[in-house]
């Protein structure tokens, strides 16, 4: 990752909440999420695959995926059944599940081969699947030792991009470890 971003002198958990988008949105409620910060479809797709590693909170998927018909695989959403309550609610009953059950602490492409076995908790997970493009890009990351790797980590220098600070008159942080003061 490049250095030399000044960042702000406090940390507020709930604040990048503000701009993600649900994990119930369609593919094109995506894009334009990622178009506005200046991203585009392939970079979403690739930052997607983060979702291989993590959990989740049964609340961000239960009522989309497992109440209501969807394409997820049945046999997934039986053992979600039994790990998440059918209210789960933020702040309630609200346990969490691996995002990925076959390499749950592994960041790997196994998302992407999740995504087209159906085996994906989240509405915006499958909703790759919902364009030609898109879908494309899925087969390709699942198939391709070494595709999405490469393209990860650029996606993610682009990301880290992403509405940065320039500190007073063009200076930078120089040192992480303490704040300067300009």
């Not at 392939?42 to 983060?50: F, K, M």
């Not at 990351?141 to 320039?166: C, L, Q, S, Y």
Request: overall charge positive; charged content about 20%; aromatic content about 8%.
């Amino acid at each position: 990752m490049p250095s030399g971003r000044r960042d702000g002198t406090f940390s507020n958990a709930s604040e990048p909440l503000k701009f993600l988008v649900p994990p119930t949105s369609n593919l094109s409620d995506l894009v334009a999420s990622f178009v506005i910060k200046g991203l585009n479809a392939e970079d979403l797709v690739v930052l997607s695959g983060a979702h291989t590693i993590g959990r989740s909170h049964c609340s961000s998927f239960v009522s989309d995926r497992l109440n209501t018909p969807s394409d997820i695989n049945g046999g997934l959403a039986a053992f979600l059944r039994g790990q998440c309550p059918a209210d789960a609610t933020p702040g309630g009953n609200d346990p969490t599940v691996m995002q990925d059950v076959v390499t749950p602490n592994k960041l790997d492409r196994q998302y992407y081969k999740n995504v087209l076995s159906h085996t994906v908790l989240f509405t915006s997970d499958a909703a790759l699947m919902t364009s030609a493009e898109t879908a494309r890009m899925v087969v390709e990351n699942a198939k391709i030792p070494g595709w999405w790797e490469g393209r990860f980590e650029k996606a993610m220098v682009k990301m880290a991009g992403i509405e940065v600070k320039t500190g007073y008159q063009g200076q930078i942080r120089k040192n992480c470890r303490a704040i300067n003061y300009y």
